[in-house]
């Protein structure tokens, strides 16, 4: 059960650093933390004791596999994320040209 | 028919790949092949109305049946809320194309654009008929990237800000998501909506759920936009280019956050009071805050974003009215109400918020301006802008030939019924406000004297075609009251809602 | 960069475009296929490209030709996918070809098929990722 509650912890830390850092990139990098936790979460979910990789060998003597599923999810997911940390860097890259700066209480031109 | 299911995917996705290969070579490519995939999906949409005998369609990718019962294949599932569901984003994806055509000429990367638009449409097709959570999640991230880039499209100061803004909220709104969609395989150990459906009915209680109900709330109301999750609507919908703004304000809410919250908490989750006491306050909330945030807006794409969220208050009012009115097992008939109610106004502000973005891009392109009091004395000017948008402000206000009126009449009739008056008196009150608000638009963006200095003259024949096809849909829309009528499109979607358990079991049963 | 990073560049980058190949021709019977493939080969590229260095103009042709690749595999993808309404069955991503024996390389049906495409894509649209965030810096440095 510990593991599950640390992942869970690791998720709040990745919240309290977008929430409190000043730096896009910082920003972006609590948003990895984040979704890291989840893909660790996902992991552990299949996971079973003494459970082999689930790859088909045509060796009979194995059955008992880890849950295959969340394994396929997470690398979905992996590739979601690559895609959205792709987009949220270029943005950061094209933010410091326009404003200047990293600093994200000096990009302001929105109000209202 | 049954076998044409995942073109509503696959011809989207082409023609988004087909563009940045051949549009490079061929000049107006992009449009042609976006225009026809558009129009081919809507005909495709519109032609499940009339054949749906309004039993689900399943259908299997890959062709895995399922073993003892379990279902192992992707399902695409094509029910009467997904046929609603998918008429909606079709018509307005084709509406926005066709009205891009001219106003997109003053960006550079148009196929970029056009493959964009493709693949946003291709992931609100899969949202819509996907039968599977993680495919759901899939899909709903394609359709969030691809509306993070086209916020961003114009790459100046505003959009940067706005489209960072967005993709964080949303970032988190998908790690929610995604650790929800794992804490129900972890209870469940399957990902078929209906298969959880039949095992969450089956089980106990437990808090694992609960816990991941509160998080699906949390991260579908991120992309949804209700009112504690509000922050980055306004900024977003205001910067992206208009068509997009109306794509986003229109379609991406409704179906990337309202669909799957009404679909997985109506059809998958056993329905609690709980959960409908805190829909219905939250889409009070937003009906109430949106309203009055949106009235002291000076500019006018941000003062119709933030109608968005009042407007999305009341389809989130109406159906949680009923999710209550279902959980007390209560009657039937008023559920259905106000279920319908809310679903009615749903398409409807689809249409007549759709058609104000229009208006405001086509007061943008040919004033270049957004700023309410630099306006004035367009009514001789633009005269098809301006009656078009007088039509879409009577409706959004609730004045009665338009369809607006219809739809706010059976939510406070059904608010009315249940006895909850207070919520009837607010939605009468935001209506009024909303009224005020949009007499401020029309007074000075219309009727004032002061008018500019600049010569200038309609919008294109592609920009006015669209906006008067979507003010006769405005006024058409109306006849969803008629019995016959609401009983072919409204009233099957609305059935699917109310018989909640029916889902499953139709399709576990194929 | 100097000489010698040039020349190891220069014998590592056969090594590990092979090493990708390998993995994405294997996707189907070891972990590994086609993302994590992609991934291998556009690192050989970007290596290249990290070692020796190219002007603006050079970068742009090829981020072109790169987004093309890019395109082209994935509706390689759907082509195959879409395929299966014609072929046999008339069910969308269904395997039509013969599965063959479990354990052999050329096996499972469409599977080696579709983890090619993803492979080339992935490779593509990698280095057009890495191409773009260079051609961008260099253009705010000038």
């Known amino acids: 059960m510990i593991v599950y509650i640390l992942c869970f912890i690791l998720f709040q830390v990745g919240l309290f650093g977008i929430l409190t850092s000043r730096n896009i990139i910082k920003i972006v990098i609590g948003l990895s933390f984040m979704e890291f936790s989840v893909y660790l979460f996902l992991v552990l979910i299949g996971y079973i004791e003494n459970a082999s990789a689930p790859i088909l060998t045509g060796n009979p003597a194995q059955t008992n596999f880890v849950d295959p599923l969340p394994q396929a999810m997470v690398l979905t997911a992996i590739v979601i994320g690559l895609a959205t940390k792709g987009m949220l860097l270029t943005m950061a890259i094209r933010i410091y040209k326009k404003f200047g700066t990293f600093d994200i209480r000096k990009v302001t031109s929105l109000k209202g | ?510 | 960069m100097s000489p010698i990073v040039k020349k190891v560049a220069q014998l590592m980058v056969g090594i590990i475009f092979m090493y990708g190949i390998y993995i994405i021709v294997h996707g189907h019977l070891t972990p590994g296929g086609g993302f994590a493939g992609g991934a291998v080969i556009s690192g050989a590229f970007i290596l290249l490209v990290l070692a020796f260095g190219s002007n603006v103009m050079n970068l742009k042709s090829r981020e072109e030709g790169s987004s093309v690749v890019e395109s082209v595999a994935i509706l390689f993808f759907l082509l195959l996918a879409v395929l299966a309404f014609f072929i046999g069955t008339t069910i969308f991503f269904s395997n039509y070809l013969p599965k063959g024996n479990i354990g052999e390389l050329i096996s499972a049906g469409v599977i080696p098929l579709y983890n090619i495409a993803v492979g080339v894509e992935v490779a593509a649209a990698l280095f057009t990722i890495f191409l773009a965030l260079v051609i961008y810096k260099e253009e705010i440095s000038t």
């Not at chain 2, 559920?335 to 104000?356: P, Q, T």
């Open chain 2, 1 to 510: 028919m049954h076998n044409l299911i995942p073109l509503f995917i696959v011809i989207p996705l082409a023609s988004a790949f087909l563009v940045p290969v051949i549009g490079r070579l061929i000049k107006g490519f992009s449009k042609i092949i976006t225009l026809t995939a558009f129009l081919c999906l809507l005909l495709l949409s519109l032609n499940y109305i009339f054949l749906s005998d309004f039993s689900p369609i399943i259908y299997k990718i890959g062709g895995w049946e399922p073993v003892e019962n379990i279902p192992i294949a992707i399902y695409l599932v094509l029910d009467s809320f997904s046929i609603f569901m998918l008429c909606i984003i079709n018509v307005m994806a084709f509406l926005s194309a066709l009205y891009s055509v001219s106003y997109i000429e003053k960006y550079t990367g148009i196929n970029n654009f056009y493959t964009l638009l493709c693949i946003m449409v291709a992931g609100l097709n899969g949202i819509v008929l996907t039968g599977d959570l993680f495919n759901l999640y899939v899909f709903l991230e394609i359709t969030v990237i691809a509306s993070y880039a086209l916020v961003a499209f114009g790459t100046e100061k505003e959009e940067l800000e706005a489209s960072f803004k967005y993709q964080v909220l949303g970032g988190i709104a998908t790690a929610m998501i995604l650790f929800s969609i794992g804490l129900i395989y972890w209870y469940t150990k399957t990902l078929n909506i209906a298969d959880i459906s039949e095992i969450l009915q089956t089980s106990e209680d437990h808090r694992l759920i609960e816990f991941s109900q509160l998080m699906l709330i949390a991260g579908f109301g991120l992309k949804a936009a209700i009112m504690p999750f509000h922050g980055w609507l306004p900024d977003a919908h205001s910067s992206a280019p208009s068509p997009i703004s109306a794509m986003l304000s229109g379609v991406v809410i409704k179906a990337a956050g309202l669909y799957v919250l009404f679909r997985l908490f109506f059809n998958m989750y056993v329905i609690s009071f709980d959960i409908g006491v805190l829909i219905t306050a939250i889409g009070t909330l937003s009906m109430v805050v949106g309203v009055f945030l949106a009235i002291g807006q000076w500019d006018l794409k941000r003062l119709l974003a933030y109608h968005s969220i009042s407007q999305m208050g009341y389809v989130i009012l109406g159906v949680g009215m009923g999710m209550l009115i279902l959980a007390k097992n209560g009657n039937k008939t008023l559920a259905a109400l106000a279920i319908g109610g809310g679903l009615f106004h749903l398409v409807n502000h689809a249409v007549f918020k759709g058609l104000l973005f229009l208006n405001a891009g086509a007061i943008e392109y040919t004033l270049g301006t957004r700023d309410l009091k630099k306006m004035g004395g367009l009514y001789s000017k633009m005269p098809v802008t301006s009656v078009t948008s007088l039509s879409a402000s009577l409706a959004i206000s609730g004045i009665p030939p338009f369809n607006g009126f219809f739809s706010k009449l059976i939510i406070i009739l059904a608010a009315v019924q249940a006895r909850f008056y207070l919520l009837a008196v607010l939605a009468v009150v935001v209506s009024i406000i909303t009224l005020a608000s949009f007499m401020k638009f029309q007074r000075y963006a219309f009727f004032n004297t002061s008018a500019p200095k600049k010569v200038i003259k309609e919008v294109p024949l592609s920009m006015t075609a669209v906006m008067i096809f979507m003010a006769v849909l405005c006024l058409g829309l109306s006849l969803l009251i008629l019995p016959d009528i609401r009983d072919s499109f409204l009233g099957p979607a609305v059935n699917v809602l109310l018989d909640t358990t029916n889902y499953s079991t139709v399709i576990l049963g194929n």
